[in-house]
């Protein structure tokens, strides 16, 4: 299936073209004319949400669309229950339950992706400095992550920083204190979530954000050639009418 922000970008340089050999106003209803000449299919648009919510881990979302719209997800809907289970252990800092889960799914994840399994063990860290243990911090420090930077200067580097979390009583004073918060927890997530995606041979991404930055720069592009009514509330896709 050729990507849908390809044939909607492609649809919007077709219209410039033939519209606007030098910058012009058009009107909504010439313009709304021309969209509608556009023709995706509903097949398409179907499967685009279906990425998302696959994507995104909307497992139950999923499987009722699939039973409305009988679009098949490309991967087994059973898989995104482990796959969240492992996305909310590290959201709520259970990080070691979250590397048992990764393993139980697919140990090469890990095993091949060190990066990963080195932030997952830099969450680790933060969290027992979270928690005030910090005698157990330095000695995790010292055992798991250390050997890490010695073969890694972006993991030293990203160790010393972590580290330097100990120094500080009074963390909003800290200049990585943003380690400490939700963020990073989310980050780490996040990250752990494209990696099992990746292995399970799916997008890391879900196609819907890719499509609204195309969108985005299909306008700015046109903008140069013409005025027309012009999409700025993405949330509700409506037309605004140009400026003259």
């Not at 010292?142 to 010695?150: F, M, S, V, Y």
């Amino acid at each position: 299936m050729m990507p849908l922000f390809w044939i909607v970008s492609r649809q919007l340089a077709e219209i410039a073209e033939q519209m606007a050999t030098s910058k012009k106003v058009i009107t909504r209803e010439e313009w709304e004319k021309r969209l509608n000449d556009v023709k995706i299919r509903k097949e398409d648009m179907n499967k685009l949400v279906m990425n998302f919510l696959v994507t995104e881990g909307y497992v139950e979302v999923a499987e009722k669309f699939r039973m409305e719209s009988g679009t098949q997800p490309d991967i087994d809907l059973a898989t995104i229950t482990d796959r969240m289970a492992v996305k909310k252990a590290v959201q709520c800092g259970n990080v070691e339950d979250a590397i048992e889960k990764v393993n139980d799914l697919n140990p090469e994840i890990l095993d091949t992706n060190p990066q990963i399994f080195f932030h997952l063990q830099q969450q680790r860290l933060i969290e027992l400095i979270r928690n005030g243990k910090v005698e157990e911090a330095l000695e995790f420090a010292q055992e798991e992550l250390a050997p890490r930077g010695e073969e890694n200067q972006s993991f030293l580097e990203e160790l010393e920083r972590t580290v330097s979390l100990l120094a500080f009583e009074d963390v909003s004073n800290c200049p990585v204190g943003e380690l400490l918060d939700m963020s990073q927890r989310l980050k780490t997530a996040s990250e752990v979530n494209a990696a099992i995606l990746t292995s399970q041979s799916h997008e890391k991404d879900p196609k819907l954000p890719s499509l609204l930055k195309m969108l985005i720069w299909a306008q700015n592009q046109l903008d140069e050639k013409a005025a027309y009514p012009r999409i700025n509330d993405l949330l509700n896709a409506t037309l605004e009418d140009p400026a003259v």
